[in-house]
């Protein structure tokens, strides 16, 4: 098993950022690869950005991938996925999860194994 736990959510203004954290403990967390998902009010919940267990492989959507950047520090056990620039429409809930690193870093969202509770991000006037 692997427990995972989201922090770093809140409310800002258009163009402020944000840093969420991800930690996992249980089962080798650092072995896994690690994806940040979002889910807006009435939509379905999308992938964000993910990366490898070794950071070898990162990647994000194209709607985001000049403003966030995802990173991980293994000896803390923790993902961040950094929000920069932040806009209205990335207003969600943002979950991380965890997926075997042997199966890359899929959109879908049926390929990951453990996810935290999420935490809110709103950005609004």
């Known amino acids: 098993q692997v427990q995972l736990g989201e922090s770093g959510g809140g409310s800002v203004q258009p163009g402020g950022s944000l840093r969420l954290l991800c930690v996992g403990s249980g089962r080798t967390f650092s072995s896994f690869g690690t994806g940040w998902f979002r889910q807006a009010p009435g939509k379905e919940r999308e992938f964000v950005c993910g990366?490898?267990?070794?950071?070898?492989?990162?990647k994000c959507r194209t709607l985001v991938k000049d403003r966030f950047t995802i990173a991980r520090d293994n000896d803390k056990n923790t993902v961040y996925l950094q929000m920069n620039s932040l806009k209205p429409e990335d207003t969600a809930v943002y979950s991380c999860a965890a997926i075997p690193d042997e199966m890359g870093l899929p959109f879908a969202e049926r390929f990951y194994e453990y996810w935290g509770q999420g935490t809110q991000v709103t950005v609004s006037t």
């Open positions: 990366i490898s267990w070794n950071s070898d492989n990162v």
